[in-house]
């Protein structure tokens, strides 16, 4: 029995909650929820999930969640996406060979179009997190999108860096999970499959690897992203129920998004997964390439505990203060690993608050300096229409 309904919105209160639906170039048809308050809303905030989770992670009722605090810090107009690594989305359990190219080039572009067109053409700041990260700021850096006027990048953006013991996973598992075991995808809930099922054996085989709780669903997370016990934050850091429903906060993914990811620790930054192929000739084989053409500030946060992508903000920080001196931040939170800067039971004190200052800093006065070229993105521009 749950004791948070799946897919609840009751996280977020006192604010209009309206559904868009929308399709990408390549057709995948992708979702929106805009939680407002007031016909002048001012700014909005995009705000974008990673790999296995959803628009879930950010209106969670256990917790003050990021949407209510943007609603009550003055930014009254929040787009939480689902893009296509979202665990609402049932082709995330086939087997398939999306790569991050594929959301930079065709889900962020009629997203950022879809807030642009519903908020009147107002600035559009971004607040994203994981492989959500890393693919925004591809689309960002890559040229596919512009016009931003701040991007807050959690964990990773364009320099994967992983613990070695990761880089061993993201080698092997992809052909272990398809091929030998002759599974689909990994899911943190198969400990609850009714009857016996491989993903339930395999699920219980892993647990027999982690005593730091008594959670099968915390045990297959572990396995599936990062190095430790846990690997994608800290317990103490998060309510007791938060953890306990990690199976609905986390779901399914098949394994060509790891390969993606191995392509681009062993290259050190962001690269295309298929250099040759020319569905992306609009994307750059280099992300960085174009570092210092790009305006918009980007804040790079990461936790101090961070066991899923270690120092990757700092490194990319580092990066890009070359190519780009003071032009963008780097804020590392002292106790804090890759996940629980967004699911953490006091987040709201310890780590949104320096969200809503750099949020702060560039409203309105940078925006000018950061709109939307007369040209756009170049992109095909796809059905979008409000889902209710």
């Given amino acids: 029995m749950r004791s948070i309904p799946l897919y609840t919105l009751e996280g977020v209160q006192d604010a209009e909650v309206r559904p868009y639906s929308f399709s990408t170039e390549d057709g995948l048809g992708l979702s929106m929820l805009r939680f407002s308050r007031g016909t002048d809303a001012g700014e909005s905030v995009l705000v974008i999930h990673g790999l296995t989770t959803s628009s879930d992670m950010f209106i969670m009722p256990e917790h003050r969640n990021l949407v209510t605090h943007l609603l009550d810090s003055g930014y009254r107009d ?42 009147g053409g107002r600035p559009i700041h971004v607040i994203c997190h ?38 061993v996973k993201l080698g092997v598992a992809p052909f272990l999970v398809e091929t030998v075991l002759g599974l689909p995808y990994l899911n943190p809930r198969w400990n609850e499959d009714p009857g016996l099922s491989r993903g339930k054996l395999f699920s219980k085989v892993v ?56 392509r681009m620790v062993r290259a050190g930054r962001a690269v295309k997964m298929h250099p040759d192929d020319p569905t992306h000739d609009r994307l750059p084989d280099d992300y ?53 800067p967004f699911m953490g039971a006091h987040v709201a004190e310890e780590v949104f608050p320096t969200f809503v200052d750099f949020l702060d800093r560039h409203r309105t006065a940078t ?12 992109q095909v521009a796809p059905a979008m229409t409000p889902a209710g």
């Avoid at 850096?141 to 013991?165: C, E, K, M």
């Avoid at 129920?241 to 199976?247: C, F, K």
């Avoid at 790009?294 to 700092?314: A, E, H, M």
């Fill in 207 to 262: 647990s027999r690897f982690h005593g730091e709780c008594d959670e099968p669903d915390c045990h297959m997370l572990s396995l599936m992203w990062g190095t430790g016990w846990p690997a994608l934050y800290s317990h103490e850091k998060l309510a007791e129920v938060t953890h306990r429903r990690g199976g609905d906060l986390y779901g399914a993914t098949s394994m060509n998004y790891y390969r993606h990811v191995l």
């Fill in 367 to 378: 925006a000018s300096a950061v709109q939307p070229s007369p040209a756009g993105t170049g």
């Fill in 78 to 119: 929040v787009w939480c996406l689902d893009f296509r690594m979202s665990n609402r989305y049932s082709y995330n359990l086939f087997k398939h060979r999306y790569t991050m190219d594929d959301v930079a080039l065709f889900d962020f572009p009629p997203a950022v179009e879809l807030v642009r067109r519903e908020n």
């Fill in 288 to 340: 960085l390439a174009r570092a210092a053409d790009i305006r918009t500030p980007v804040l790079l946060v990461t936790g101090d505990r961070n066991r899923v992508f270690t120092d990757s903000n700092i490194v990319c920080h580092q990066e890009l203060e070359r190519r780009a001196p003071g032009r963008h931040e780097l804020a590392v939170l002292p106790g804090y690993g890759h996940q629980d």
């Fill in 130 to 167: 994981c492989l959500g990260s890393v693919s925004f700021m591809m689309s960002l850096f890559g040229g596919a999108v512009d016009g931003i006027a701040s991007v807050i990048a959690n964990s990773v953006a364009l320099t994967p860096r992983v613990p070695g013991w990761s880089r």
